[in-house]
């Protein structure tokens, strides 16, 4: 095969070389193209290369080239049989092709000398099979889109889909693939029934019962009764848990500072919390009732008693049931309220304990707690001094 090497310039309108040739010599004439433009290299990327020739009595030929490399606008054609068969002046150019993109070289001049021993071939115009072949599918595509057909794949369509199963069955959908590793289909049965079923593993995936019940069948999904799970539980959201479908609910909380609260909704069965009620479980280990404080200073009435210097003020806690009043009092006159303990901190009944009165002469006075709050101290003189400390339950 004679290979002819040319090297043609996009950005000149004449290519003068004649290449020549015999009429019938099929396959016999390789032409290897350089294009360029401007004497730079054009890249071929993504373009189709086509061969384009007519003769001085109006035949004419498309036929396909081979890009043999894109990047540096290399391609080849080889002359076909029908680009061959008549001998005869033939002004030929190569045409490049990108979806809308198409530019063409000059005419390049093709003289076919005569075959006497065969003649002419007689040929209709010539356009390769490749473009046959695009033109019928052009077609095909433009009658499937008025015929409203969804594609087999990346199709979409509105409106609702309808499976009517053949008699007999009821499998609405199914999904196979040719190797089998895939067998499955969505049933519909009569009575309301609907599931999935892995047929290949002879297993049901999910269903909606003919009561409307949906389950689904899977090893790694923690059903609603009677599971268990094995590892950890993390919950992301504070209110974690919620307790009880009967009377008032309890929620599971976590607080800001990693405590645990537990607390009883404000009505029954509802929806939000008496956080006033609940027990909390701290970081450090202890626990804390709602009705828990911690030490509250005692407001005394400076009138029938005074704090004494250098020691604790008076004050109270609660703790669970237990309240513990503590602190060192002087100038205190008999039967006099010296202070009122906080509401939550006073006792169902009367509380009347002993205290030491500081000596020497050490003697002793009765240290009252009223249901009320007050505190009264009896069997006392103002200039004595009293250290205590009250527990009691509430």
């Known amino acids: 095969m004679r290979n002819e090497e040319i090297m043609i310039d996009l950005a000149d309108p004449v290519f003068t070389k004649t290449i ?23 890249d071929l990327t993504g373009y189709a290369v086509k061969y384009e020739a007519i003769n001085l009595i109006g035949q ?38 990108k979806s809308t993109e198409r530019m063409s070289t000059p005419d390049i001049r093709i003289t076919l000398r005569r075959d006497v021993k065969e003649g002419n071939i007689k040929i209709e115009n010539y356009i390769s099979e490749f473009d046959k072949l695009k033109k019928q599918i052009d077609a095909l595509q433009q009658a499937v889109d008025k015929a409203d057909v969804v594609k087999r794949s990346g199709g979409m369509m509105t409106g609702y889909l309808t499976m009517r199963p053949t008699l007999g069955s009821n499998v609405g959908v199914g999904f196979n693939s040719e190797d089998k590793v895939l067998d499955m289909g969505l049933v519909g049965v009569s009575d309301g029934q609907l599931y999935l079923k892995d047929w290949k593993n002879n297993k049901v995936l999910f269903e909606k019962s003919p009561t409307g019940v949906f389950h689904v069948f899977a090893d790694n ?3 609603k009764a009677g599971d268990i799970i094995n590892g ?6 504070d209110n974690a848990i919620v307790l009880g479908s009967r009377s008032y609910k309890t929620v599971f909380h976590k607080g800001a500072q990693g405590e645990l609260i537990f607390a009883p909704s404000t009505k029954e069965q509802g929806d939000t919390w008496d956080w006033s009620k609940g027990v909390i479980f701290r970081t450090d280990g202890t626990i804390k009732q709602a009705t828990d404080t911690g030490w509250i200073q005692m407001s005394i009435n400076t009138g029938n008693a005074s704090n004494v210097e250098g020691r604790q003020v008076t004050r109270a806690k609660r703790n669970g049931d237990q309240v513990s009043v503590i602190g060192s009092l002087k100038n205190i006159k008999e039967g006099q309220v010296v202070f009122n303990i906080p509401t939550a901190l006073r006792p169902a009944q009367q509380i009347t304990d002993v205290v030491i009165i500081a000596g020497p002469p050490y003697s002793i006075c009765e240290f009252n707690i009223e249901t009320g709050g007050n505190v009264r101290i009896y069997n006392i003189t103002t200039d004595k001094i009293i250290h205590f400390s009250i527990n009691y339950l509430v």
Do not use: P
């Open 232 to 237: 950890l539980l993390e919950c992301k959201s």
């Open 60 to 97: 004419f030929v498309r036929d396909d080239a081979e890009i043999i490399d894109a990047k540096n606008g290399v391609f080849s054609y080889t002359l076909s049989s029908q680009a061959a068969s008549t001998s005869d002046d033939w002004t030929a150019y190569f045409v490049m092709e």
């Open 20 to 42: 020549r040739s015999r009429q019938n010599d099929k396959n016999g004439l390789k032409i290897t193209v350089y294009v360029r433009e401007k004497g730079q290299l054009v």
């Open 221 to 223: 999904l923690l059903k």
